[in-house]
């Protein structure tokens, strides 16, 4: 069965960079988009970008351009996503998902917290 | 604020059918398919309805989804306590070169 198994809670200060892994198992890491995904407490999904793990080509929300990058590791089926010069409204359960056709996220990680505090 | 508009509330009884409706544009639900999630409390999204109407496997099929011109509609029938969560539409926006998602729509079964 699909599995994305993401890394585990993050605490980092303001300006800080975090990087979230997403290791993936029980399909060809290679054929599905991965996605990122966002949640604040008490908040809605807010989607972060993609990235083709087959060719490592990436599509970021407007919003945090120049502040994301996705990249991955084929060897170990792994997806990343960094995120820089953190802020307290970065404060979020960072999800990674699948996606087997542009726009469609079937399978979800379990989440990683992301506090960002002073 | 979400480009995609879902009323923030819904409810009803066991038994019941309920319909949570996701308002867009042209450029995203007017041009795109639109997918549907269920977040129970405390766990991640799970993927509902997808390409407007489709129910992947194991999906009950007391949950169906329709779209026109730029909105959607999920629809819930039979209503149990367990489909008590956050419901959210998704989209891509061909606009933005991106997906949207609805702002959420937190169904209480009375």
């Known amino acids: 069965q699909v599995q994305l198994v993401q890394s585990g809670a993050e605490v980092k200060k303001p300006g800080a960079s975090v990087k979230v892994s997403c290791k993936a198992s029980g399909y060809t890491f290679t054929s599905y988009d991965i996605n990122w995904v966002r949640q604040a407490t008490g908040q809605g999904l807010e989607w972060m970008g993609w990235?083709?793990?087959?060719?490592?080509?990436?599509g970021y929300a407007q919003k945090f351009q120049g502040r994301v990058t996705m990249t991955r590791n084929t060897s170990i089926s792994t997806a990343y996503m960094e995120l820089s010069s953190l802020r307290s409204e970065d404060t979020a359960v960072y999800y990674c998902a699948s996606s087997p056709v542009r726009g469609v996220i079937d399978y979800w990680g379990q989440g990683t917290l992301v506090t960002v505090s002073s | 604020q979400s480009v995609l508009t879902q009323p923030p509330s819904a409810s009803g009884t066991p038994g019941q059918r309920v319909t949570i409706s996701c308002s867009g544009s042209?450029?995203?639900?007017?041009?795109?398919?639109v997918n549907w999630y269920q977040q129970l409390p405390g766990t991640a999204p799970k993927l509902l309805i997808y390409?407007?109407?489709q129910r992947p496997s194991g999906v009950p099929d007391r949950f169906s989804g329709s779209k026109s011109g730029t909105s959607a509609s999920l629809a819930i029938s039979g209503l149990q306590s367990e489909d008590e969560a956050d419901y959210y539409c998704a989209a891509w926006d061909d606009s933005l070169n991106g997906a949207l998602f609805g702002g959420g729509t937190k169904l209480t079964v009375l």
């Open positions: 990235m083709n793990p087959n060719s490592g080509n990436t």
């Open positions: 042209s450029s995203n639900i007017g041009s795109n398919t």
């Open positions: 390409s407007n109407n």
